[in-house]
């Protein structure tokens, strides 16, 4: 009985994750293959013809290619913000783990704190403006890794406490110095931790909608998310084109979750358990 509950069980969740992420997906499949006559109807219906090649041309070749620049301005963000990310929140972790001080609860606060306290747009627009870095790239660069950095020190954290700090003190011993200890020794052995953490974030900071519509306005800094408005006004939306647009950008982060779907749970299975 036990054995028909668990398939029961499994089943069910994959009956219900097949309702909540494969129907919406077939939505916008379909939407972006409809001319925009039949897409105003936003059903379910067989696409009268393929419109989907003109669609996607029309997409990326709107207000000068904006398309284009913006995945280049999405790469950058995401690819400047995973790395510091990485690295940073490693060093924060090793540092939390390794060194005890009087300190260290009130860091372990501020970390919590990161992750329950909900972030405040506007003194962050003011202190941005006060650097000269509102309406930035690298502005927002600082923003994403600011709002992920508690997350990923905590994970940090939990794996490095499995490695034995026998390691650190036979380097130590043998000449290394603080940096190549950590670079040389520590760093390599969070390899599992580190695929979930690039790979999650990576994920979230291409997907991000509010950050940069609220700290890059502009057209010349635009990311992916916020060419979803070249299609849609107060008084119209083209849903062909919106949902051309919208499945244009959801294939390289669906390609990174298939390809690393296994590294993301081995990660945190890992992190879970030994920690």
């Known amino acids: ?35 925009q006559t039949q897409a105003s109807l936003l059903d379910f219906s067989r696409p009268q013809g393929n419109h989907l090649w003109t669609n996607v041309v029309e997409v990326v070749t709107t207000r000068n290619w904006m398309l284009v620049a913006a995945f280049v301005n999405s790469t950058i963000l995401t690819l400047c913000g995973v ?20 300190w260290n609860r009130v860091i372990e606060f ?33 923003i994403e890794v600011a709002y992920h950095l508690s997350f990923c020190v905590l994970l940090y954290r939990a794996f490095i406490a499995t490695i034995p700090r026998e390691l650190d003190e036979a380097a130590i ?9 950590f670079f040389r ?6 390899w599992p931790v580190t695929v979930t953490i690039i790979v999650v974030q990576t994920v979230t900071i ?6 940069p519509l609220y700290y890059l306005p502009g057209n010349a800094n635009a990311t992916v998310q916020m060419t979803l408005y070249n299609f849609q006004s107060q008084f119209s939306t083209s849903y062909n084109l919106l949902f051309t ?31």
């Not at 003194?123 to 600082?142: D, E, R």
């Not at 499945?247 to 979750?257: A, E, G, N, Y």
């Open 185 to 190: 020794i520590i760093l390599p052995l969070l």
């Open 245 to 275: 647009n919208i499945l244009i950008i959801t294939i390289p982060p669906l390609i990174v979750f298939l390809f690393f779907n296994r590294q993301i749970v081995a990660g945190m299975t890992a992190g879970a358990v030994k920690g």
């Open 206 to 211: 291409f997907n991000d909608f509010t950050n």
């Open 110 to 142: 501020l970390i919590l704190a990161g992750l329950m306290v909900p972030p405040a747009v506007v003194p962050t627009i003011s202190l941005l403006q006060g650097l000269k870095l509102f309406g930035t790239l690298h502005g927002l660069i600082l």
């Open 83 to 102: 790395t510091l990310l990485v690295v940073l929140s490693a060093m924060v972790g090793f540092v939390l783990q390794r060194r005890r001080s009087r």
């Open 1 to 35: 009985m036990n054995r028909l509950n668990k398939l029961g069980l499994t089943l069910g969740a994959i009956f219900v994750s097949g309702i909540v992420f494969l129907i919406p997906f077939a939505f916008i499949l379909l939407t972006a293959f409809k001319d």
């Open 173 to 181: 011993i043998d000449g290394a110095r603080p940096l190549d200890v």
